[in-house]
């Protein structure tokens, strides 16, 4: 499993090139760094995810998946036979993205990282338990959505990875002005 210290900050860069502050438009002269936490608690509210694999023959594959941040770490899951897990068996290398599906508003993040296996039980266990807190109902009621995940976890019907981010890129809206932030661990 990745170690991350959840306390390190990554440096932090805006990206003028892509923000507004290269195209001025009302408060672009303004424009700054998305700061990492609010682009981790953004993130970490988000329900859907994408993970983007490379399969072994290097054509991309993309896919949503439920995603939960613990000690700096993101972790996703999937069934042990499915394209991203046969993906990440040949290469660990993915990215996961979430964010506002709006032209003027919101915040994109893309985390980057080698995604990596997670089969001790006791971070299998505390992976769970982040996933019950954040789906909550949709996890832990029997009528749940995905009720029994926690369960599939232990079993290893569904397999978790953890993705410690390397880069990470913050694409920002407000009202017309763009940012393009980009964080390094």
Same mark, same amino acid.
Request: charged share 20%; proline share 6%.
């Given at each position: ?104 508003? /919101?915040?994109? %993040? &893309?985390?980057?990282? $080698? ?11 505390? #992976?769970? +338990? ?25 079993? /290893?019907?569904? %397999? &978790?990875?953890?993705? $410690? ?11 017309? #002005?763009? +940012? ?6």
């Amino acid at each position: 499993m990745p170690a991350h210290d959840p306390a390190h900050r990554p440096t932090t860069e805006l990206d003028t090139r892509y923000s507004s502050a290269l195209h001025p438009r009302p408060g672009a002269a303004d424009a700054t760094a998305t700061e990492w936490a609010e682009a981790l608690r953004q993130s970490a509210a988000a329900e859907i995810f994408w993970v983007s694999t490379v399969r072994p023959d290097g054509r991309l594959h993309v896919t949503p998946v439920l995603a939960a941040w613990h000690d700096g770490v993101l972790y996703f899951s999937t069934g042990p036979g499915e394209q991203k897990a046969r993906n990440l068996a040949h290469d660990g290398h993915c990215a996961l993205t979430t964010g506002r599906n709006a032209l003027t508003e /919101g915040l994109d %993040v &893309v985390v980057e990282g $080698a995604a990596e296996r997670v089969t001790d039980p006791a971070v299998l266990e505390e #992976v769970i +338990t982040a996933y019950e807190t954040k789906y909550g109902a949709h996890i832990t009621a029997p009528e749940g959505t995905f009720h029994g995940l926690g369960d599939a976890f232990r079993r /290893g019907d569904a %397999v &978790v990875f953890a993705v $410690a981010p390397d880069t990470a890129y913050g694409f920002g809206r407000d009202d017309g #002005v763009y +940012t393009h932030t980009r964080w390094t661990f």
